[in-house]
Structures are given as structure tokens and as C-alpha cells.
């Protein structure tokens, strides 16, 4: 599922402690700011190993996510906007990310734009509930799809590197 | 050649003719469709006469499978998830008569879903709910209707969505009587159960595997039976060799014919419930492969990780000792394994060879059905665990996982 890099970028994210979800009134703030904690520390190592590939932030109740990520395939920079909510069964269930731009334009995807993750995803969720976190969500499920679906949409001319000066290297 | 004013001209000119004749197409509709909708019918008449939509349906009490019939008037069921399942449940509970049905969708009707039944390509575009409101309203004007389009996982759609359920009744305020789901995911399959769990509501749950050659329908009654974060999601297995399955490239396949199979063994479900005939499955799995229907029941895990599965549980153990049985049911010994890491008790529908046949780190199932994957035991008694004591109890698949969390 995951190669070797993935991995170990994994083991280093800090496991999540509180077992909440957003109707949890009084244990939600807590888990936001292990989520948080477990973001930001995610981004300090891509930074450092030279690998940084995403940005996200929440609404002010932590429930409504959106951001950007990144992929560098030979040498250019390919730039996606991404989004997703926290499902009320959250963190049981992980939530469901979607790059709506790429929406209809790969077989890997659902309604919306959400992307489909592969099978191993779903167990290894379960069994880490309610240790991973939405840094795990990003490591695991977006990473690796990335990886996959970016370079065969850029080789079946699908996916065109839009000329946003910004977005040069 | 024409010049631009004078095509600019000819344009609206076309244009204007369009319109008049949209608007004279529409008033043709309305008048055909005025035509084609019977009226109200105030009571289920048993009379066989070609004009009576019940006839058939009301022979059921004269040959006597069904004691009341018109009773299905009476209920309201919510479905949740109106695709290639849940359409087709809705129609068959819409033929049948159904007092009320409560329709939830966030999708559009898409040309992708016309491999399924009940929805037409003109449709593509509509909201899935609003699109089987209207045919289902021309189908049987009995029927009422409530539609609400919106994803149900997310916080504020939740808050509605439970409201509806516990005030959306054949009576205003008082609760549905079924909540069938027929939704594609398990974020949703998980948000109904949280549901039901908390209002104490009755549902069914079904599903179609993402190959399309199997299937299942489920009873779920909160505190009872196995609710369905009592234990990793059940699949009906399908023999089809591991290796050969090929998942590249595509998210899930899907046939009308798989799916009609599980919205009519769970309808089936819904009116020997709702009508009390016949003996009410708790879990029926198909596989198409084999042809084969694997049935069996669970009891609710103590040990759920779903607290208000367990509070239900409490409830129901209190309700049981209120109440003792009158009648003297000749129960066979319940079969409880030893190394039962889940707390499963199967209730006695499997014979012990059968059991016996099911081995490994897995729950106790009877042959065709198996778990989705498994959890090490450890995981759900312990909140707080260390990175080493997860990488016990995988089975085998998973092994290559275990390297992500070494340290
Ligand atoms: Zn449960």
C-alpha cells in the first residue's frame, strides 16, 4: 500500500489520544488540538525531508477542513485544492477527502470528487481508532493516492499544469 | 452573407420560438399527467377488478399469508440512500401501498447509473430524491412523500436527520416505524447506526459488495441483536480467488441484478416485519458466485465501542427481566466460543460443525460470511496502547503493515 518513505514518515506523526467526535461537546476541543498538534508536527518533518506536500485548515468548530496539496512530477509542480468534512462518526470513521477539481476525470474516485482509498485503508483505520488522526488521513489516504492517480492523469494529458506564476518552482 | 445584427436577430427569433414551444410542451404534460394520476384511494379494497391497484396485494389475507393487510398503510420508513438499492426498496414499498416513505440523498441522478434500475436518462441532473418522489408519486398518489437531500454524516444534516426519524411518523412527532439503509459507505452505514443506537430505533442494513456478486440484508434491533459497530463489517464471501480480483483502475462495479436481488430480499424483510408473516431474517447474505444464502443472527457485543449500543443493551436486559416468557421455548445451548475475542455470541441458527469450519483470529460465522478484517482484541479494551502491542493478532495479509510501527 505504502512504500518505505510513507512508512516511516507514519511512525514518526504522534498517535492521537482523545476518543471524540464532533457532538462531543466537551472532548472535541481536546482532540482538535491533538489534530492540530499531530498537523503541524506532520508538515515540520515533511519540511525537513524535504517533502512538503500539503497545507490544511479548519472552520473555527474544527468540523468543515479545506487546504491545498501539491505533487512534483519531473521537475514541475501540480497544484490541487482540497476539502473534506468531519463526519459525526469521526474519529470511528475517517472522513471522506475530495479533490473536487479532478472530479469525473479518474475512475479512482466517487461522487464529488471524493477520492477512493485503497482496501488496506479502511482496516488499518479501524484497528488505530482513535489513535490516527487526520495527519495519518493525509500520510496514508491522500499521499498515496496522489502518488498514483497524479502521474497517470499527467500521462494521459488529463491533468495540465495551469500557469499561475506562483505556482512555478 | 448575413451580417451580425441581422444574425443576432435570426437568434432571437429562434429563441422566442423555443420557448413557446417548451411552454406548450409543459401544458400537454400537465394535462397528460392529470390524466394518467388516479385518485386517492380512502380504503384497500380487496374487490378484483382491473381499475383496483390493491386487488392483488389484498388476496394475500384471503389466501391467508397476511392477517391485515391494510395495515401497511399505517407505517412510515425512512430510506436512506436512494441508488441502485434504495430506489428500487422505495418502489416496491410505494407498490405495496406504504403509508409514508422518507427519502434521503445528497446525490444526482447520473447517465453512470443507468445500469441500475428505477431511475431514466431524462432524469440525469435531478436530485435523486426529487426524481423518485415524482415517479414514485405517479406510481401510487397513496404514498406520501418526504424528501430531504443532504448528506447525513456531516453535524447539522445529523441533528435533522435524527429529528426526522424520531419525529417523521405516519403522525407527525411520533417516530418511523423502519429505517431501511441502502446507502454505499461506511461513514453513512456507521451515522445511521449512531442514530438508530440513540433513539433506540429498529433498522435494516443492506449492502452490495464493491465486486457486485454479493450482498446482504440485516435486522438491527439496538440493544438485541449485533448492531453494526459491534463488530467489523460483514461480508459475504464470494470465493473468488484473491489474486485474481483485479482493483486497479476502478472504484466499484455494480449490476442491476445484484442489486434488485438484495432490495427485494429486504423489502421482503420489511413486510413480513411490518405485517408480522412469515419468519423475519436477521441476517441474509447472497452470493451470487455460488447462489448461495447464508442466514444467521448475532447478539449485540457487550464490549461495542458504540456507547449508546451498549447503554441499549442495559435497556433491553432490563426490558427482558420485566417481562419472563410465557411460553416454554425448547433453546438450544447457545454456542459460545472460548476464544471468542469479540464477545460474539452466535445465536443458534449454525450447527457446531459449522463453527467448527470457521477458524482463525476471526469472529465465530457460518460458512459464506466472514468479517471485513479484524481488529486485535487488545486494540478495543485498551484506550491507551503503546505502538508495540499493535502489531499483535494481524492475520497474515497484513503483516507488511506491522513494519509502521516499529520503532
Ligand atoms: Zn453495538
Known sequence: MADEATRKAVSQIPLLKTNAGPRDRTLWPQRLKEEYQALIHFVEQNKAADNDWFRLESNPDGTRWTGTCWFIHELLRYEFQIEFDIPVTYPDTAPEVAVPELDGKTAKMYRGGKICLTDHFAPLWARNVPRFGLAHLMALGLGPWLAVEIPDLISKGIVQREKRGNTYL | ?407
Open chain 2, 1 to 407: 452573407m448575413a451580417t451580425v445584427e441581422e444574425l443576432k436577430l435570426r437568434v432571437r427569433e429562434l429563441e422566442n420560438e423555443l420557448i413557446k414551444c417548451k411552454q406548450k410542451q409543459c401544458a400537454m404534460e400537465d394535462a397528460q399527467s392529470l390524466e394518467l394520476h388516479r385518485p386517492k384511494i380512502e380504503k384497500m379494497s380487496a374487490e378484483v377488478v382491473d381499475s383496483n391497484p390493491y386487488s392483488r396485494l389484498m388476496a394475500l389475507k384471503r389466501m391467508g399469508i397476511v392477517d391485515d393487510y391494510e395495515k401497511i398503510r399505517t407505517f412510515a420508513v425512512a430510506v436512506v440512500g436512494v441508488g441502485g438499492v434504495g430506489s428500487v426498496t422505495a418502489e416496491m414499498l410505494t407498490r405495496c401501498g406504504i403509508g409514508k416513505l422518507l427519502l434521503f440523498d445528497y446525490d444526482k441522478v447520473e447517465l453512470a447509473n443507468m445500469n441500475r434500475l428505477f431511475f431514466q436518462p431524462h432524469q440525469a441532473g435531478l436530485s435523486k430524491v426529487e426524481a423518485a418522489e415524482h415517479t414514485l408519486r405517479n406510481i401510487n398518489p397513496d404514498v406520501s412523500f418526504e424528501t430531504h437531500n443532504y448528506n447525513i454524516t456531516t453535524m447539522e444534516n445529523f441533528t435533522h436527520f435524527m429529528d426526522r426519524i424520531r419525529h417523521g411518523g405516519m403522525e407527525e412527532g411520533k417516530p418511523v416505524d423502519l429505517v431501511l439503509s441502502c446507502v454505499d459507505n461506511f461513514e453513512a452505514r456507521m451515522a445511521i447506526n449512531k442514530a438508530c443506537n440513540e433513539l433506540g430505533q429498529i433498522w435494516m442494513e443492506s449492502g452490495v459488495s464493491e465486486n457486485a456478486v454479493s450482498g446482504h440484508i440485516q435486522l438491527i434491533i439496538p440493544g438485541e441483536t449485533a448492531c453494526f459497530a459491534c463488530a467489523p463489517p460483514l461480508v459475504v464471501a464470494a470465493n473468488i480467488d484473491e489474486k485474481t480480483l483485479k482493483r486497479e483502475g476502478v472504484c466499484a462495479a455494480s449490476l442491476p441484478t445484484t442489486m434488485g436481488v438484495v432490495a427485494g430480499i429486504l423489502v421482503q424483510n420489511v413486510l413480513k416485519y411490518l405485517l408480522k408473516f412469515g419468519t423475519v431474517s436477521y441476517y441474509l447474505g447472497y452470493n451470487a458466485m455460488q447462489d448461495f444464502f447464508p442466514t444467521m443472527a448475532m447478539k449485540a457485543n457487550p464490549q461495542c465501542n458504540d456507547r449508546h449500543c451498549r447503554e441499549q443493551q442495559e435497556e433491553y436486559k432490563k426490558r427482558e427481566a420485566e417481562c419472563p416468557k410465557v411460553e416454554v421455548v425448547q433453546e438450544e445451548e447457545e454456542v459460545v466460543h472460548e476464544d471468542n475475542e469479540w464477545g460474539i455470541e452466535l445465536v443458534s441458527e449454525v450447527t457446531d460443525a459449522e463453527l467448527q469450519a470457521a477458524t482463525g483470529d476471526r469472529p465465530e460465522l457460518p460458512e459464506g460470511i466472514t468479517v471485513a478484517y479484524t481488529i486485535p482484541a487488545e486494540v478495543r479494551v485498551a484506550q491507551h496502547i503503546t505502538a508495540s502491542q499493535v502489531l499483535t493478532s494481524f492475520y497474515h495479509r497484513d503483516l507488511q503493515m506491522h513494519l509502521w510501527f516499529d520503532k
